[in-house]
C-alpha cells in the first residue's frame, strides 16, 4: 500500500475515468486486431494490461468505482477470465491509503484530539485500505486491541460523481463483455447502499442487529464486538479478530470445509427468508475463517427486505421448481422481471434461465453443485431474446443477487457438499405459505 491524494471532485474523477476507460479499451482492440477471426484464446497480455490499468486507477478513485471492481471480484471465474479476476481480488485486501495530514484532521473533526489521545497506542499505517474507509490498529486502556475504521475525506461526493457517470461505467461492462439491462435503476440502488455505507452509526446498528439474528440460530458465526464509545458517524471501532483468508481457508480439509459451506448457505437462507435482513457486501476480504467458524465483518451494506418481496421470491422459485409458467409470470410481473406485453416465449426463456441456474440445487441429498455458469447463461439469454434496453427489475434484486453471488462463489471455491434442498425447505417454508396465500395457491 502507499500513501496517495483522495480526489473527490466530479471533474477530475470524470477526466481519470474516461482516460482510464479509453486506455484500456485500446489495448483490448489490439487484441482483436491481431485476432480477426475470434478464436478463442487464453488470456492475453493486452488484457492482463487492460485489466492492471483498471484496477489501478479503481484502488487510487475509491468510492463507487472501486466498489464496482470489488463486485467483479467476487464473482471468481463466473464473469471474467480467472487470471484477470485474480488481479481484481487485490481490491478486496489493499489499495492506496489517505494521507497522515488527512488522517489527523478525520480525528480532529470527529473526537477533537488526536488518535494517540484517544487510544492508549494507534498505528497510525492502516493494515487495509477499501473502497470507503481504511483500517488502523489500536488499544484500549483496558489493554484490548481493537481495529478502527475511518473513512477517507469528501468520500459521499466522490461516490455520487463516479455513479453518475453511467456512460462510462456502460463502457467498461461492454469492454469486460458482462451482460446487463439498463444500468440506471442498479447504480441507484448501488449508489443509495454506497452512500448508507458512509453513516457508520447505521453500520454499528447494523452490525448489532445482524449479531443478534445469527446469535439465536448459528454458533459457529462471530461478528465482532463494536465500541460506540469510541465510534462516530466517520470512524467506527471494533473488536480485532484474527483468522484464515479465504484463500488460505481453501486448504481446510473437505469436511471442514462442507461444515462452513453449510453454515454459510444457511445463515444465508435464515436472514433473507426469517429475518429479512441480509448483509450484502460478501467480498472475501469481509470475511475471515477457521475451522467450524466463520468472522463477518463490514455491516455498512445490509438490506432490510419487506415481507411482500421475500414472499414473492419464494413462490418464484416454487413457480420454477413445478414448472407453472403462468405462476411465474404472475409473480414475476409484481418484481419486475416480467412485462404486461411479454410474450409467452419470452416468459417461458426466462422461466428456463432461472431453472438452468437454480436447477443445480433443486435435486433432494449432499452434494457439491456443479451447474452451468449462470453469468453464461445470462449474457446468452440477453442476446437470444433480445433483453438489452430492458428496464431493471426490482430495486430490491440488486444487493440480493450480490450477496448471492459472493456467497456462491465461496461455496464452489470451497466445493463443498451441501444439503441444498433441505436447507431451502427448512427457512423458505413460512415465507412460502405466506406467498402461496396471497396467490390464493395451494401448496
Excluded at 456502460?170 to 446487463?180: N, S, T, V
Excluded at 445470462?378 to 430492458?390: A, D, L, P, Q
Amino acid at each position: 500500500m502507499k500513501e496517495k491524494k483522495l480526489k473527490s471532485d466530479g471533474l477530475s474523477r470524470a477526466f481519470k475515468l474516461g482516460k482510464t476507460v479509453a486506455k484500456v479499451g485500446f489495448n483490448l482492440a489490439k487484441d482483436r486486431i491481431q485476432n480477426p477471426k475470434g478464436e478463442k484464446l487464453s488470456v492475453s497480455p493486452s488484457q492482463i494490461k487492460a485489466a492492471k490499468e483498471m484496477i489501478q486507477t479503481m484502488g487510487e478513485m475509491k468510492g463507487g468505482l472501486m466498489k464496482i471492481g470489488q463486485m467483479l471480484s467476487i464473482s471468481g471465474d463466473l464473469v471474467l477470465p480467472k487470471e484477470i479476476t485474480q488481479l481484481f481480488t487485490s481490491l478486496q485486501k489493499s489499495s492506496s491509503y489517505m494521507p497522515e495530514e488527512d488522517l489527523i484532521k478525520c480525528f480532529e473533526r470527529e473526537f477533537g484530539k488526536l488518535p494517540e489521545e484517544v487510544f492508549t497506542s494507534f498505528d497510525r499505517k492502516p493494515i487495509a485500505a477499501a473502497s470507503i474507509g481504511q483500517v488502523h490498529i489500536a488499544e484500549l486502556a483496558s489493554g484490548k486491541k481493537v481495529a478502527v475504521k475511518v473513512q477517507y475525506p469528501k468520500i459521499v461526493s466522490a461516490i455520487k460523481s463516479d455513479l453518475n457517470q453511467v456512460d462510462r461505467i456502460e463502457k467498461l461492462f461492454d469492454i469486460f463483455g458482462i451482460p446487463k439491462p439498463q444500468l440506471d435503476n442498479v447504480l441507484n440502488e448501488v449508489k443509495r447502499s454506497l452512500i448508507d455505507e458512509c453513516d457508520y452509526t447505521l453500520e454499528l446498528q447494523n452490525m448489532n442487529s445482524i449479531r443478534e439474528d445469527l446469535n439465536s440460530y448459528f454458533n459457529g458465526i462471530y461478528i465482532p464486538k463494536a465500541y460506540p464509545e469510541y465510534s462516530t458517524k466517520h470512524i467506527i471501532t471494533t473488536e480485532f479478530v484474527e483468522g484464515d483468508s479465504f484463500e488460505e481457508s481453501q486448504n481446510y480439509s473437505q469436511s471442514q470445509r462442507d461444515e462452513l459451506g453449510t453454515m454459510l448457505y444457511e445463515s444465508f437462507l435464515f436472514s433473507l427468508f426469517e429475518k429479512r435482513h441480509l448483509h450484502t457486501d460478501p467480498q472475501n476480504g469481509n470475511y475471515m475463517f477457521q475451522p467450524q467458524k466463520i468472522f463477518i465483518f463490514d455491516f455498512g451494506s445490509t438490506k432490510q427486505f419487506t415481507e411482500e418481496f421475500v414472499q414473492d421470491y419464494a413462490v418464484l422459485q416454487y413457480a420454477v421448481e413445478i414448472d407453472n409458467s403462468n405462476l411465474y409470470r404472475q409473480v414475476g410481473k409484481n418484481l419486475g422481471l416480467i412485462l404486461d406485453e411479454d410474450s409467452e416465449e419470452f416468459v417461458l426463456g426466462h422461466m428456463n434461465l432461472v431453472k438452468q441456474i437454480y436447477g443445480p440445487f433443486m435435486k433432494e441429498g449432499t452434494y457439491f453443485a456443479q451447474g452451468a455458469n449462470p453469468f453464461g447463461v445470462v449474457k446468452e439469454f440477453i442476446s437470444n431474446m433480445e433483453y438489452n434496453g430492458r428496464p431493471s427489475p426490482n430495486q430490491d434484486f440488486v444487493l440480493l443477487d450480490r450477496a448471492n453471488v459472493g456467497i456462491f462463489s465461496k461455496l464452489q471455491a470451497w466445493k463443498s457438499r451441501v444439503n441444498w434442498r433441505e436447507g431451502m425447505k427448512k427457512f423458505r417454508a413460512k415465507a412460502l405459505e405466506k406467498g402461496l396465500d396471497r396467490y390464493q395457491i395451494k401448496g
